[in-house]
């Protein structure tokens, strides 16, 4: 829908939100910054802080502890703001699935855009991905 | 002498260094990707990127002080860009040059830092508190050596006016290609500006992998944005400014000018190299380094000067 997504799309911002993986997809999503996948190429960069972000990545099963969290990190981020469900913990809770500490799966807390199986997914499918978010901003 | 509206939004003003800085900003990240074997983003991410923050919502953090968190970013962009118009509208008219007009320069270089300053401390943000108090240390120990190094053009010219440090190289030919004490001095201007753009290894007071952007970490969507142009703006304006000192100045007529351009290109992928080859160090080694090296190199550049070498 016109010029802004078009801009938008061209530079992403990405914060990553870990909220109890088991640290592998975090590995992975750094992969993707790497000389091999670099997805700069993209106008992609990871920032540090939630106020510069566009993207919300998010990794992990969602524990109780997290759940106030990611709800204020959600409500920090600007306007446009995407949502993308790293690795099969923030769907379904993966090898940690029925836990006392499971709050559910992301989307019960805030709305997701891309959800990207895998455990981990590869880098590669990370980047078909986030093309396929790409596609469906257009 | 041209209209002042026009030379300050078009032509040497906003549209003219935003355009170039930008592109400056391009190239040094395509050149940072390289040096890490990446393919790196296309060359006009930058334009890109600050598009996008332009239309982004841009929020305002509950306990921040209101006011003192919207200016400085205003107040950032409006320092650069009045002492880039002080600049290159010697280049193109050197009689509108005045009387100190270097040191309303240095005077105006000061605002991004004082604008990162005063709304990192507005921002309400403890993260933001360290930045600043970093930013603060650093500029302490910057700012000397880099007065230190204007100081011996100024002395060789015996003005301290942009048009006449230009015409008088323009008959002597450049500064630092004939004077050993405006050589040392324009390697401290060097290491005195490659602070001041916070590039590596001073990039302390912006962490990003310690305190997340440091002073900035509270901004975003438009408020950001000026502060991108800005830091964007001053990629291009800090180079060209040591070429004006100690390179032959930016003299107006179609060749030269052009080469100009390319010294100051020539500066930056300097600057460029010193921050792909080091790491970050930290704030007491920047001190250090600024007070017990640089500034004892601006004080033998003076001296040499003053001796007339
Ligand atoms: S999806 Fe698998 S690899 Fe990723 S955090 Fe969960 S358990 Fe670890």
Request: one cysteine or more.
């Amino acid at each position: 829908m016109g010029w802004r997504e078009k801009i938008l799309k061209r530079s992403l911002w990405v914060y990553h939100l870990a909220t109890g993986p088991c640290n592998n997809c975090d590995i992975e999503i750094l992969d993707l910054l790497t000389p091999r996948h670099d997805v700069e190429r993209f106008g992609i960069k990871l920032v540090g802080s939630v106020r510069h972000a566009d993207v919300l990545l998010v990794t992990g099963i969602v524990n109780r502890k997290c759940v106030p969290r990611v709800l204020r990190i959600y409500e920090q981020m600007p306007a446009p703001k995407l949502v993308i469900a790293v690795g099969a913990c923030p769907m379904g809770g993966c090898v940690f699935k029925g836990s006392y500490n499971q709050a559910g799966p992301l989307d019960k807390i805030i709305p997701v855009d891309l959800y990207i199986p895998g455990c981990p997914p590869k880098p590669e499918a990370i980047i078909a991905g986030i093309a396929k978010l790409l596609e469906k901003l257009k | 002498m041209g209209n002042l509206g026009f030379n300050l939004l078009i032509f040497p003003g906003f549209l003219f260094v935003a355009t170039l800085g930008f592109l400056w900003m391009g190239i040094e990240r395509k050149l940072t990707a390289r040096f890490q074997w990446r393919m790196g983003p296309p060359l006009w991410q930058p334009y890109i990127d600050f598009l996008k923050l332009m239309i982004k919502e841009t929020l305002i953090p509950a306990n921040a002080q209101r006011f003192m968190f919207i200016t400085p970013p205003l107040l950032a962009f409006a320092g650069v860009l009045i002492s880039s118009l002080i600049l290159f509208r010697t280049s193109l008219f050197p009689k509108t040059s005045f009387l100190g007009d270097v040191v309303v320069f240095l005077y105006f270089l000061l605002f991004p830092s004082l604008a990162l300053i005063l709304g990192g401390s507005a921002s309400g943000n403890p993260l933001a508190a360290m930045g600043v108090s970093r930013e603060i240390k650093l500029m302490l120990s910057y700012e000397l050596p880099l007065i230190l190094a204007v100081f011996v053009p100024v002395w060789k010219t015996g003005s301290v006016k942009f048009a006449q440090i230009m015409s008088m190289q323009l008959q002597k030919g450049a500064f630092a290609l004939h004077y050993p004490s405006c050589f040392i001095a324009f390697i401290v201007a060097l290491l005195s500006i490659q602070a001041k753009l916070a590039f590596p290894p001073y990039d302390i007071p912006e962490g990003e992998t310690e305190i997340m952007g440091g002073p900035l970490i509270e901004y975003s969507g438009s408020l950001l944005g000026m502060f991108y142009l800005t830091r964007g703006i001053l990629h291009f304006l800090l180079p060209s400014f040591l070429v004006f000192l100690f390179w032959g100045g930016f003299p107006f007529n179609r060749w030269q000018w052009i080469l100009s351009f390319l010294k100051a290109l020539v500066v930056f992928l300097i600057m460029v190299v010193i921050k792909n080859i080091n790491p970050r160090i930290r704030i007491d080694q920047a001190v250090r380094f600024f007070w017990s090296r640089v500034f004892v190199l601006g004080i033998i550049a003076m001296g040499l000067a003053i001796a007339g070498w």
